[in-house]
């Protein structure tokens, strides 16, 4: 038990869907992320936010597009994905934007 | 882009003392080495993080020598339960997401 819990573990969907993943952290953390884990690939950072607002943006499509309401939790909604987006979505708190990260368990993402 | 550099994989027995080294020959005065591990269809764990010299928790040791431009990440009597890919970061502490995931170091530890 991390304490960053992510839903779903699993999301299997079409091109043409739109979903969202969603992140849950109680540690008081005042930093969020979205990684990316693609096979045999290391770990790429896509966003992250520090106190509810986005710090940093790594070049992800537009299909992409994260939400953070409040610093407990982080979203990130699909829509219209590609193949290749299927990975390994793993999100991540820190007390503040340059602490040793949390990680959840990730959603494993298949898009079909 | 990682500042650092791993073996791909390591080989191990049970009960071994397992070291995993990452070179950093650019690593700047304020970037700290942190070590994550991460388990199949996990998200990475934090293990142990250093400045210079030597520093021990109750699951590993890092050793970093003066030149600063490699550390040591040590396991003590390492299990099956060890197998996991090592991840070594380097980046300043005080800079906005400066640490960033490299390849990483496969360990497999046999019976």
């Known amino acids: 038990e991390t304490g960053v819990t992510q839903t779903p573990r699993h999301l299997v969907m079409g091109m043409t869907n739109k979903k969202s993943l969603k992140c849950e952290q109680h540690?008081?953390?005042?930093?969020m992320y979205w990684y990316k884990q693609s096979a045999k690939k290391p770990l790429e950072l896509m966003f992250v936010y520090s106190l509810e607002e986005r710090v940093e943006n790594n070049s992800v499509p537009s299909r992409f597009s994260p939400e953070c309401p409040n610093s407990s939790h982080l979203f990130l909604h699909l829509h219209t994905l590609q193949p290749e987006d299927s990975a390994l979505y793993l999100c991540?708190?820190?007390?503040?934007?340059?602490?040793?990260?949390?990680f959840g368990d990730g959603t494993r993402l298949s898009i079909l | 882009l990682a500042k650092t550099t791993q073996p791909i994989s390591m080989d191990s027995y049970e009960g071994q003392e397992v070291n995993i080294t990452c070179s950093h020959n650019?690593?700047?005065?304020?970037?700290?080495i942190t070590w994550y591990q991460q388990f199949p269809s996990q998200g990475p764990r934090f293990i142990i993080q250093?400045?210079?010299t030597k520093v021990t928790n109750e699951v590993a040791s890092l050793f970093i020598p003066a030149d600063r431009k490699s550390s040591t990440l040590s396991l003590p009597r390492v299990s099956l339960s060890d197998t996991a890919v090592y991840y070594c970061?380097?980046?300043?502490?005080?800079?906005?997401?400066?640490?960033?995931f490299g390849a990483g170091t496969r360990l497999t530890v046999k019976p």
């Open positions: 540690l008081g953390h005042n930093a």
């Open positions: 991540a708190s820190s007390r503040d934007s340059n602490q040793p990260q949390h």
């Open positions: 970061l380097v980046g300043d502490r005080n800079l906005n997401n400066d640490m960033r």
């Open positions: 650019n690593i700047a005065t304020n970037d700290y």
């Open positions: 250093g400045y210079k």
